[in-house]
């Protein structure tokens, strides 16, 4: 009697296993939240310098017209508005075309078809920036040159570049929100006699839309962040943009270029890493929009 009540309480090997494995996941949730924060304070601490050691003002820094190294002059202004104008135009060029990609997926061919034209989006993810970085050199930039002369360093190559590579991301994002929206909706509309147009316009539209947003959101996020390609096609000179391509630079290519060779310490290395924490503070707002929605649509539903 005695040996079955001992059974009885006693944990099974699957209630260990389980109790195990959220032991796990803890740890690495905390490892993966005290990495982030490290992050953050480190580059926090970095930038600061330059605000706190060699007393630059952040108004200067941040809506100053001229990063001019040599002059020590640091104002973000130029290379801020360098990354948002190649951002975005990269998402404007890549919106539709990535829309338009998913709704053939998921709407219009064969499920066959679709399976492998989703396989080869997802090869094209994998493809390193440096790699889009060279296709932009040899193909977009010869392209810009034979159609709106100059050198095709620029702004707008930066921008072809960047749409190319966040379209794979956003046909991905695109078919998660078209798939969202349940099949009995469709079949319903379809059984009342509405045709594929008019089942789009009225349900799928509507109802994946603030998924299409988060997605918006998410790619003009990518595309903000990047580096090596933008360095490598966009001219690198810290202006502002003036003509349809001319050259310019953004936060990105400044940081990537300069901060290997600044001395540490230095007002150009404090600088370059005011602009890595203002990076990142851009990149976490971005990130929080799209959590927000998120939210604000599993709540609707």
């Not at 009697?1 to 001992?6: I, L």
């Not at 959220?22 to 580059?43: D, R």
């Not at 072809?160 to 994002?173: C, E, G, R, Y």
């Not at 996020?221 to 966009?234: H, K, L, N, P, R």
């Amino acid at each position: 009697m005695d040996s079955s009540k001992e059974n009885l309480f006693k944990q099974s090997s699957a209630a260990k296993r389980d109790k195990f494995g959220k032991f796990v996941t803890a740890i690495c949730a905390v490892i993966i939240i005290a990495c982030v924060l490290i992050i953050f304070l480190f580059v926090a601490f970095k930038g600061s310098r330059l605000f706190f050691r060699d007393h630059v003002e952040f108004s200067r820094f941040l809506f100053g017209i001229k990063w001019q190294v040599a002059k020590d002059d640091y104002g973000a202004l130029p290379l801020l508005t360098g990354s948002i104008l190649v951002s975005l135009v990269s998402l404007l060029l890549a919106a539709p075309l990535a829309l338009g990609v998913a709704i053939m997926l998921s709407e219009i061919i064969s499920s066959t078809l679709a399976k492998w034209l989703k396989m080869i989006l997802e090869i094209l993810v994998g493809i390193p920036a440096v790699v889009y970085g060279l296709l932009g050199m040899l193909l977009v930039v010869p392209m810009l040159q034979i159609m709106i002369g100059g050198t095709g360093y620029g702004w707008l190559a930066a921008a072809m570049v960047l749409a190319i590579m966040i379209l794979p991301f956003l046909v991905a994002l695109n078919l998660d929100a078209l798939a969202d929206v349940p099949d009995r909706l469709r079949w319903a509309a379809a059984a009342l006699g509405a045709d594929r147009f008019q089942i789009w316009q009225t349900i799928i539209f509507p109802l994946a839309w603030p998924r299409l947003g988060t997605a918006l959101i998410l790619a003009f996020a990518q595309s903000f962040g990047e580096a090596v390609a933008v360095q490598m096609v966009i001219g690198n000179a810290t202006l502002f943009p003036t003509g349809i391509n001319s050259p310019a630079a953004t936060l990105t290519s400044v940081i990537t270029i300069g901060l290997g060779d600044a001395v540490d310490g230095s007002r150009e290395s404090n600088a370059l890493w005011a602009l890595a924490g203002l990076l990142l503070g851009i990149s976490l707002l971005f990130d929080l929009i799209a959590h927000y929605l998120i939210g604000r649509r599993k709540n609707e539903v």
